[in-house]
């Protein structure tokens, strides 16, 4: 248990549904990120929030939307994914955006059909 | 961009061999960390590493950084199956930008 907990843990969808990843920390950690795994890749940051506000999205196409209610809650809303979005989603969270220590949740395993 | 680039990719040996992976960068990190991902699952911190040269030990786990913050190394020394999975190292840059790098990863297999 590292204090960030994903869900769902397993998700199936349809190129035409709209669906939502939710992350939640209980660590007090000020900085939340979400990450793309694919296989035979390293991990890729797509978004970083620090105090709620987006301080980065690394070129990630508009089908994946990131909201950050406030500093413990971190959600990916999805609509119109292709197969190739097929992956492991993690998200993190560290107590700033300095690049300290990152926790990480146990992930959502997307499958695009 | 900075990249960390991990050996070997793949590696598989028997319980209670020894083993090191390596994570090498051309650029300076101010700290760099280690993680460990089973299957299915996300990636659990082992430790962070800050000071040019430091050695910490986990258990049967050591972890080296290099002098000049630019690489770092992890030994296993009889390993268990326990150990398999992906392990991963992650650098913080050396100023500004909050990014952390990954590295490609090493996937170990500790056969029985």
């Known amino acids: 248990e590292t204090g960030v907990t994903q869900t769902p843990r397993h998700l199936v969808m349809g190129m035409t549904n709209k669906k939502s990843l939710k992350c939640e920390q209980h660590?007090?950690?000020?900085?939340m990120y979400w990450y793309k795994q694919s296989a035979k890749k390293p991990l890729e940051l797509m978004f970083v929030?620090?105090?709620?506000?987006?301080?980065e999205n690394n070129s990630v196409p508009s089908r994946f939307s990131p909201e950050c209610p406030n500093s413990s809650h971190l959600f990916l809303h999805l609509h119109t994914l292709q197969p190739e979005d097929s992956a492991l989603y993690l998200c993190a969270s560290s107590q700033d955006r300095g690049g300290g220590l990152s926790f990480f949740g146990q992930g959502t395993r997307l499958t695009v059909v | 961009t900075q990249l960390l680039e991990q050996s070997p990719q793949f590696l598989s040996i028997q319980e209670g061999e020894n083993l090191t992976v390596y994570c090498n960068s051309s650029s300076v990190f101010s700290s760099l960390q280690w993680y460990r991902q089973e299957p299915g699952e996300g990636p659990v911190l082992l430790v962070t590493?800050?000071?040019?040269?430091e050695v910490k030990k986990l258990k049967r786990l050591t972890f080296q950084f290099g002098d000049a913050r630019k690489d770092s190394s992890l030994h296993i020394t009889a390993a268990q199956p326990g150990d398999t999975g992906l392990y991963l190292c992650?650098?913080?840059?050396?100023?500004?930008?909050?990014?952390?790098?990954f590295g490609t990863g090493t996937r170990l297999t500790i056969i029985p």
């Open positions: 590493v800050v000071t040019g040269g």
């Open positions: 929030y620090n105090f709620k506000e987006q301080t």
């Open positions: 660590l007090g950690h000020n900085a």
């Open positions: 992650a650098g913080a840059p050396n100023f500004g930008n909050e990014k952390l790098t």
